[in-house]
């Protein structure tokens, strides 16, 4: 199986001309040849663009493929701003699999007779199709039979023997990509292994329902009581590793302008609460929606004036720790006010940019990329552009992508793109200045020190009556001080001595032993008696010496 499947990817290889994308100057010399050897093979037109032959080419792949191309779109560290661009266009299509085996499967996971025990009007007709799941409609009675209580859900399945198929495809990946390791120049900036791992961890966290459950959970309890975005309930009684059961929500498809505008959605404030909602996720919850591309947030019909977004399909989550929240906070201000220097320095002290990085002329090359785009109306400014541009700059200062920053650019980019697709006149810069401001200010200033206080107050006073004991064995401590510091002298003292007659002896019984092989060598008796004699010699100056070394 794992040989048919390495022969149509190298098929899709030859036929889409995808050897184009390796720089002529980077090519080893046996690919070369090999490519010779296969000139007679049919191959796509010479004037179709190597970047559409890639999409097309991931595109015949498959589900598994396509999904790799949809997760090096948002690498923009690795890839030109063309080939990001038409990775940006693949389509995610998959044939449905049959409803029978999504009804044995769902079976078997809630362990029913017959479907219609726990899921009343199921559709075998799927609402939607998609490489890992599909989804079905149904209705739920969360009640009893004598006081019913239905609820209309969506029900996804996991598609059977899924994981075989991307383990398989994945092991392939990994082989490619060592290939690209060892066979090419750039691969050290490219890092092929580390990003088809960072893929597998990705998709295979996906395939686990139940973690996709306690994701939807959790971000539905950051915004419970919020008028920016909605979370479906989750039915988590009926959620397994291949199943999901969530309330179906009947919002307009974000990418849906018009039947947006016909419902007189205020389209400049549902532009500017996408950005608040991303920025609250990131920097007060530390835990993000990773996915947000169109198919995945819907706009409720409700209050059209004060538009409310609908999340789903929380497969993919991004979390940040404080120090990363605390330097990315920071930079983002810096960035806002075109403080360069601030944006070099935090960039170093990170860890992001080596420390022996001259921060002055890393200043001067951010300056050179953001100053023309910063000189253009605001309305005009593109986030994607400033970050590639930083990208590219920073790449000549040996910065390392970040991998818990990978998701958190990509899913930017995913708010800024809707954004501007819903009202294109949006100021992201200024949407989100005065959240961060805030929030840094809270981090950072007197407020902070204040909650901080609040926060470890109950933990100081339980530890007061304690206190006494604590600075007493604390004094002790540090009255013993001088006297371990002595003992720790005298013990080096003692090793270093010892350290010494051990080398002098060790250099006494080598010359011995030399001496001793000279004269049994010169001396006058036979050669058995000699070497014998010089033994005999020898092994009484070992035993000697390790006497001494004892003592």
Request: proline share 5%; glycine share 4%; hydrophobic share 45%.
């Amino acid at each position: 199986m794992r040989l048919v499947r390495f022969f149509q990817i190298f098929h899709t290889f030859l036929y889409f001309r995808l050897f184009d994308l390796i720089p002529k100057r980077v090519q080893p010399w046996y690919l070369r040849v090999l490519l010779g050897f296969f000139f007679w093979y049919p191959k796509a037109p010479k004037n179709q663009s190597k970047h559409i032959n890639l999409r097309l080419a991931l595109e015949g792949l498959g589900p598994v493929w396509i999904k790799f191309g949809q997760m090096l779109s948002t690498r923009k560290d690795l890839l030109s701003p063309e080939l990001s661009l038409e990775l940006t266009k693949l389509q995610d299509q998959v044939p449905p699999f049959s409803s029978e085996l999504a009804i044995k499967t769902i079976k078997q996971e809630l362990n029913l007779t017959n479907i219609n025990d726990l899921l009343i009007d199921f559709e075998p007709e799927p609402l939607a199709s998609a490489s890992i799941a599909q989804v079905h409609c149904a209705t739920i009675n969360l009640g009893t039979v004598e006081s019913p209580d239905h609820k209309a859900v969506v029900v996804k399945v996991i598609r059977p023997n899924i994981e075989k198929l991307i383990q398989a495809d994945v092991a392939l990946m990994l082989v490619f990509a060592k290939l690209v390791d060892f066979a090419l120049a750039e691969s050290k900036r490219l890092r092929p292994v580390e990003v088809v791992e960072e893929y597998k961890k990705t998709i295979l966290n996906e395939l686990n329902l139940q973690q996709e459950a306690a994701n939807g959970l959790q971000l539905k309890r950051n915004f419970e009581q919020s008028d920016d975005l909605y979370i479906p309930d989750i039915y988590s009684d009926f959620c397994t590793q291949n199943v999901l059961v969530m309330e179906r929500i009947y919002g307009i498809p974000v990418s849906d302008i018009a039947q947006l505008n016909a419902q007189g959605s205020d389209l400049k404030k549902l532009a500017e609460r996408g950005v608040r909602v991303f920025f609250t996720q990131v920097f007060r919850d530390s835990f993000f929606h990773a996915d947000m591309h169109p198919g995945n947030i819907f706009i409720s019909k409700e209050t059209p004036s004060d538009p409310q977004y609908i999340g789903i399909d929380f497969g993919i989550i991004g979390t940040l720790n404080s120090e990363d929240k605390r330097y990315l906070a920071e930079n983002f201000v810096a960035f806002f006010n075109r403080d360069y220097l601030k944006v070099a320095q935090l960039h170093v002290q990170s860890g992001w940019v080596p420390s022996h990085i001259n921060v002055e002329q890393f200043e001067m090359a951010i300056r050179s990329v953001c100053d023309p785009i910063f000189n253009k109306p605001l309305e005009d400014i593109s986030f994607a552009q400033v970050l590639i541009g930083l990208f590219d700059t920073a790449r000549q200062f040996e910065m390392q992508v970040q991998p818990q920053l990978v998701l958190l650019q990509k899913t930017l980019l995913y708010v800024e793109g809707l954004g501007r697709q819903l009202y294109p006149k949006l100021d992201l810069w200024e949407t989100a200045k005065p959240f961060l401001e805030d929030w840094v200010s809270e981090q950072m200033g007197v407020k902070a020190f204040l909650k901080q206080t609040k926060q470890n107050l109950p933990y100081w006073l339980e530890k007061a009556p304690q206190m006494p004991e604590l600075v007493f064995s604390s004094l002790k401590s540090i009255e013993a001080i001088p006297k371990m510091k002595q003992d720790l002298v005298s013990e080096y003292t003692l090793m270093q001595h010892r350290q010494q007659q051990f080398f002098k002896r060790l250099c006494i019984f080598s010359i011995s032993s030399l001496a001793v092989l000279l004269i049994t060598l010169f001396a006058d008796v036979n050669g058995d008696q000699r070497w014998f004699v010089a033994d005999c010699l020898l092994a009484l100056l070992a035993a000697i010496n390790a006497w001494k070394l004892r003592k």
